[in-house]
């Protein structure tokens, strides 16, 4: 049975660093790409970027780059969200899923990391 | 890129068929048959109901089917239910650098 855990909820500071992490079973994890996606209170999906985990081939959406890194440890199969300094403004709820590359659609989504930034 | 369009909210009465719209243009969603949409309840996960425009998901209900016309994709739910009511959310392979697209997301409402 495929299944996506993720790193519990997140109460930080302005500029903290942070790691949040997604956690795969249940298939070949080197696969398959394995995507981020935020949602923002009461707003809807933006996708961030997508990892493929055989060779850590990182892609970010232009809104995104540079500002959050992707990575993965395929030793434990488990793929990454890092801020180095986090802002108010990346206080949302972020999704980790497993994308079907020959379909580019994700098919199997974790249970969501709340990350509050608060002073 | 800007996010597919889709109408705010929808809303029908139990047993009825609701349409939701997803707008794009020709480098998402009118090049590409990768248009996918999600269910996502009140503080839950997102949950792929459509993928590739028409292929239900194994464990998906037939009453949610999907369709393509130009830059423009459907997703029609027939026998409207109470627990159908949720947000729903297109998405697109797109040319662009941002790969994927979503929609704004549409609201349905369960009379």
């Known amino acids: 049975e495929v299944q996506v855990v993720q790193s519990g909820a997140e109460v930080k500071k302005p500029g903290e660093s942070l790691q949040v992490s997604c956690k795969a079973s249940?298939?070949?994890?080197?696969?398959?790409?394995i995507g981020w996606v935020r949602q923002m209170p009461g707003k809807g999906l933006e996708w961030m970027g997508i990892?493929?985990?055989?060779?850590?081939?990182?892609r970010y959406s232009p809104s995104f780059q540079g500002q959050v890194t992707i990575s993965v440890d395929k030793s434990i199969s488990t793929a990454y969200l890092q801020w180095s300094s986090l802002k108010a403004s990346d206080t949302a709820m972020y999704y980790c899923?497993?994308?079907?590359?020959?379909?580019?659609?994700?098919?199997?989504w974790g249970q969501g990391t709340l990350v509050t930034v608060s002073s | 890129q800007s996010a597919l369009t889709q109408p705010a909210s929808v809303s029908g009465s139990p047993g009825q068929s609701i349409t939701i719209s997803c707008t794009g243009t020709s480098s998402d969603v009118g090049g590409y048959n990768y248009v996918s949409w999600y269910q996502q309840h009140p503080d839950k996960a997102p949950k792929l109901m459509i993928y590739e425009v028409n292929n239900r998901p194994s464990g998906v209900s037939n009453r949610f089917s999907g369709s393509k016309s130009g830059n423009t994709a459907s997703l029609t739910i027939s026998g409207l239910r109470a627990d159908d009511e949720a947000d729903y959310y297109c998405?697109?392979?797109?040319?662009?650098?941002?790969?994927?697209?979503f929609g704004t997301g549409t609201k349905v409402t369960v009379l």
């Open positions: 998405s697109s392979y797109t040319s662009s650098s941002t790969l994927y697209v």
């Open positions: 249940g298939y070949s994890f080197t696969s398959y790409w």
């Open positions: 899923a497993r994308e079907y590359g020959s379909g580019n659609y994700f098919d199997y």
């Open positions: 990892i493929y985990p055989g060779d850590s081939d990182a």
